[in-house]
Every structure is written in structure tokens, then in C-alpha cells.
């Protein structure tokens, strides 16, 4: 079965460049989620898309921003790069969960960043 | 901030036991799931056990969730080395719309000894 995809798997970035994380969700899931984990930490949720609308925001630093296209592939933009920024960042996706049904979120193998 | 959070954080046998953790939540839930995570590698959805359920079974894992007292358990029974990972339980909190998001506890740390 399909799941869900990110790209690229590992990503090393110099501090104050900008980086560009992709998701592409399981057909015919219409939410996607984004979240940070860094070194020995839970999961931070940053920020969610439902049918290509901001659907949630959490701890999301200004420097990155996010957006969801037609096809419902996600893009999550980080610019000035910290070191601090240096984590696993996974993509999730799932049908919208205010229907009810099928809730699962299933998520991606996560792109590994590091700055230096 | 997070509500979910895992009973013990670091948890050893040996393989051939069962090992049981546990997960609390302050709100109150659609559904709770449980992932798996390798070290530094993605995470695993393993079961979903929603709010009006209170056991479910995925082949050697059992989830219980009891609402009254806002809590789940995952049990794995008869474990391998293989199951060594970190367990994560994550709640859907409710809300109006569409503001909703999985909330995430800190992960019980597994290891399965040979």
C-alpha cells in the first residue's frame, strides 16, 4: 500500500541557508501534518494543512512556513537555518479528522536535517 | 503543549516477557493511537483504539483505554529483540471544526534483551 512519502530522506544545510522539506500524503488523504523531533525528544507539532487551507499551527518558528497544492503535497520552507534546527521533521496524513472516521494519521520515514 | 504522557519512560526484559506501558491524557479524546519508533528512524502507526472502545487486539499487541480515568495501555506480549524501539501514544484532542491535532507523550523507551 502506499504511504506517505518525504523527500529528501537526509538533508545537510549550512546555518543561514534555506531548506525546502516535501511531503506527499496517501491518496486520497486531504490533511497533512508537520512536526519536529529533535535529538532523544517527542515529536513538536508545527503546523497542519486540510484541502490546502492552514488547518492548525503549533510551536512553528517564523522562519519556516508551510503550504499544501493541489494535489495535496506539502512543502515545508525553513529559511536562516539555526543549528538548533537540526532534527527529524516527519509529514503525516490522514483524512480530516473531524469526520469521524478513519482518524489514523500515518506518517512518512521523516528528512533527517542537520545544520552546520 | 503535550498531554500524553508514558508510564515508565525506560522500560528492559527479556525476551519472552510481556512488557506493558502506559499512557495518561488530560482531555478528553476521539481516539488514542500508539506508534513505534526505531532509533532515528520514522514513525510506525501500530493501533488506534477509539474513545468508545476499551480493547482492542493487533496480533501480539493489546491496547485498553479506559476514558474515566483517561488512561491506555499497550501490551506486547511474548517480545523479541526486534520489538526493541521507543513507544509513543498520541490523542486526537476534539474540537470545533477543524482544529484538531495529535498530541503526543514523551515515548517509553523498550529494549528487548536476547
Known amino acids: 500500500a502506499a504511504g506517505v512519502i518525504q523527500s529528501p530522506r537526509h538533508l545537510i544545510k549550512e546555518k543561514r541557508e534555506t531548506a525546502t522539506l516535501k511531503c506527499y500524503p496517501i491518496p486520497r488523504h486531504d490533511t497533512v501534518y508537520w512536526y519536529q523531533q529533535g535529538p532523544g525528544q517527542d515529536p513538536q507539532f508545527l503546523i497542519s494543512?486540510?484541502?490546502?487551507?492552514?488547518?492548525d499551527k503549533g510551536s512553528i518558528p517564523d522562519r519556516f512556513s508551510a503550504q499544501q497544492f493541489s494535489d495535496y503535497h506539502s512543502e515545508l520552507n525553513m529559511s536562516s537555518l539555526e543549528l538548533g534546527d537540526s532534527a527529524l521533521y516527519f509529514c503525516?496524513?490522514?483524512?480530516?479528522?473531524?469526520?469521524?472516521?478513519?482518524?489514523?494519521?500515518?506518517f512518512g520515514q521523516g528528512t533527517r536535517l542537520t545544520v552546520v | 503543549s503535550q498531554q500524553g504522557e508514558e508510564d515508565p519512560q525506560a522500560l528492559s526484559i527479556q525476551e519472552g516477557e510481556n512488557a506493558t506501558m502506559n499512557c495518561s491524557y488530560k482531555t478528553s479524546i476521539n481516539n488514542l493511537q500508539w506508534y513505534r519508533q526505531n532509533s532515528g528512524r520514522g514513525l510506525v502507526h501500530l493501533i488506534l483504539i477509539r474513545s468508545n472502545e476499551r480493547e482492542k487486539h493487533s496480533g501480539r499487541l493489546r491496547v485498553t483505554l479506559d476514558t474515566s480515568k483517561k488512561s491506555s495501555s499497550l501490551l506486547i506480549t511474548a517480545s523479541r529483540a526486534a520489538d526493541t524501539a521507543s513507544y509513543f501514544c498520541?490523542?486526537?484532542?476534539?474540537?470545533?471544526?477543524?482544529?484538531?491535532?495529535?498530541?503526543w507523550g514523551l515515548g517509553t523507551s523498550l529494549a528487548v534483551n536476547p
Open positions: 503525516a496524513s490522514s483524512l480530516a479528522l473531524y469526520r469521524g472516521e478513519n482518524t489514523e494519521a500515518f
Open positions: 498520541a490523542t486526537v484532542r476534539s474540537g470545533a471544526g477543524n482544529n484538531r491535532k495529535l498530541i
Open positions: 494543512f486540510y484541502e490546502k487551507m492552514q488547518s
